[in-house]
């Protein structure tokens, strides 16, 4: 099966959120395989509510981060970038420390939008969080 991914390497694609909140989070992108792409994330101080369990919002950045990369790798650059319009998220179970691990699949991929379905899970691979994001395909100007 060709990859929806074209062309890009893992260690390319590890520099994409470089200065970004990506960045500041602690997310890192893990593999591009099997027309999926991973990632994990921290949960620590950068990361946590004030009840210091992994706060909602950031789960919600990771699972849009890792899909909007996704996005990304599947369209040419030069003549198209990917923006989120929509996200939502069902928060399973808190998670106090270690990382969470977030795995992206595209459900469509149209000429003008995407929706990515984002698993995130805990060290012990229990489910965490499930979010669904729809993304636009602008056309460069």
């Not at 602690?26 to 210091?52: A, C, F, L, Y």
């Not at 706060?55 to 919600?60: M, Q, V």
Request: proline share 4%; hydrophobic share 40%.
């Amino acid at each position: 099966m060709k990859s929806i991914f074209g062309q890009y390497n893992l260690e390319q694609v590890k520099k994409i959120g470089g200065n970004t909140m990506f960045e500041h989070l602690g997310m890192e992108i893990t593999s591009i395989e099997n027309n999926q792409i991973s990632g994990k994330m921290p949960v620590d101080h950068r990361t946590v509510q004030p009840m210091h369990i992994l706060h909602g919002g950031a789960s919600c950045a990771f699972a849009e981060s890792i899909a909007s990369v996704g996005a990304y790798l599947t369209v040419n650059p030069d003549t198209h970038y990917c923006v989120g319009i929509e996200i939502n998220a069902n928060h399973i179970r808190p998670v106090k420390s270690g990382y969470v691990y977030g795995v992206a699949s595209p459900l469509h991929m149209g000429k003008t939008s995407q929706v990515w379905s984002i698993e995130i899970r805990n060290d012990e691979q229990k489910l965490v969080c499930i979010s669904r994001m729809t993304i636009a395909v602008v056309a460069r100007q």
